[in-house]
T-cell receptor, first 118, second 114 residues
Framework: GAVVSQHPSRVICKSGTSVKIECRSL??????MFWYRQFPKQSLMLMAT?????????EQGVEKDKFLINHASLTLSTLTVTSAHPEDSSFYIC??????????????FGEGSRLTVL | GESVGLHLPTLSVQEGDNSIINCAYS??????FIWYKQESGKGPQFIID?????DKRQGQRVTVLLNKTVKHLSLQIAATQPGDSAVYFC?????????????FGPGTRLSVLP
């Protein structure tokens, strides 16, 4: 099946630094990708919808300037956590849908990136 | 709306027994459903899907049942194995959100006891 790759899988950074997480669709094109945040023992929380060639759509309560999303190509979206603080520590997951499939095709998920801010 | 910040219910089953995980979905217009499995520290993986023109679909050791009347979805796992221990999410999609993110249920943690 289709593969979505996330990198890095784990990252530890100091408070105040910025961290970039990449999400790549390896064998399909994705005009739309999704970024989630997941706290321990909780469900996925959609943060934003990443649109190739245009601005991301953020969910209510998610700071655009804090979580920068860039979707510069049909196979790559990046999430940058700017000026990270300990409360930003979380598990970040991306997903993508094959643009060539019907609108209700399944979402393929990345393996997630665990961010720890010291 | 999206499932946000809900703590996971837990289902514990004995190894070898059958597991039934339930999900109540919210939108009567939803017509496509997926069950995902998420192991600790990993992203969700596709298990099985079903469209609204079906009531039942079977995969390898898994069966999904859809009851549109009461907006209920269930995942049955036969002969549960230790490797089945994970969190299971149902996801729904309909005309309101075609091409967008699925609406995810809160998830259920399955623990398989030896």
């Amino acid at each position: 099946g289709a593969v979505v790759s996330q990198h890095p899988s784990r990252v530890i950074c100091k408070s105040g630094t910025s961290v970039k997480i990449e999400c790549r669709s390896l064998d399909f094109q994705a005009t739309t990708m999704f970024w989630y945040r997941q706290f321990p023992k909780q469900s996925l929380m959609l943060m934003a919808t990443s649109n190739e060639g245009s601005k991301a759509t953020y969910e209510q309560g998610v700071e655009k300037d804090k979580f920068l999303i860039n979707h510069a190509s049909l196979t790559l979206s990046t999430l940058t956590v700017t000026s990270a603080h300990p409360e930003d520590s979380s598990f970040y997951i991306c997903s993508a849908r094959d643009s060539g499939t019907f609108n209700t095709g399944e979402l393929f998920f990345g393996e997630g990136s665990r961010l720890t801010v010291l | 709306g999206e499932s946000v910040g809900l703590h996971l219910p837990t289902l514990s089953v004995q190894e070898g027994d059958n597991s039934i995980i339930n999900c109540a979905y919210s939108n009567s217009a939803s017509d496509y459903f997926i069950w995902y499995k998420q192991e600790s520290g990993k992203g969700p993986q596709f298990i099985i899907d079903i469209r609204s023109n079906m009531d039942k679909r079977q995969g390898q050791r898994v069966t999904v049942l859809l009851n549109k009347t009461v907006k209920h979805l269930s995942l049955q796992i036969a002969a549960t194995q230790p490797g089945d221990s994970a969190v299971y999410f149902c996801a729904e999609m309909g005309p309101d959100n075609y091409g967008q993110n699925f609406v995810f249920g809160p998830g259920t943690r399955l623990s398989v006891l030896p």
